[in-house]
């Protein structure tokens, strides 16, 4: 059984930044990627940011890109979300997601960590 365990939200600003971690534990972790999504109040849980294990690959959604950015440890399998500029649009609970190979789509979730963004 795989664990992600997500930390870094809060109570933040708009134009302040946050940095967002995500580690997995548990039996050892084959992953193909890594993401992180999020769920606004009353809306439903949209992606955000995602990157291929091998290679490292990043995606990242139109509303966020240029602001947020994605990267992972060099050990280990713990990915961080770094965001920028935060607008108060970004208020969500974000969830931390891995796709473990041979699974189809992003098969284990975290509990999530809330962002609030005031103006």
């Known amino acids: 059984q795989v664990q992600l365990a997500e930390s870094g939200g809060g109570s933040v600003q708009a134009g302040d930044s946050l940095r967002l971690s995500c580690a997995a534990s548990?039996?050892?972790?084959?992953?193909?990627?890594m993401a992180w999504f999020r769920q606004a109040p009353g809306k439903e849980r949209e992606f955000v940011a995602s990157?291929?294990?091998?290679?490292?690959?990043?995606y990242y959604a139109d509303s966020v890109r240029g602001r947020f950015s994605i990267s992972r440890e060099k050990v280990g399998h713990t990915v961080h979300l770094r965001m920028n500029s935060l607008k108060p649009e970004d208020t969500a609970v974000y969830y931390c997601?891995?796709?473990?190979?041979?699974?189809?789509?992003?098969?284990?979730w975290g509990q999530g960590t809330q962002v609030t963004v005031s103006s």
């Open positions: 548990g039996r050892t972790l084959a992953a193909v990627a």
């Open positions: 990157m291929r294990w091998s290679g490292g690959t990043t």
């Open positions: 997601a891995v796709q473990r190979v041979g699974a189809q789509g992003y098969d284990t």
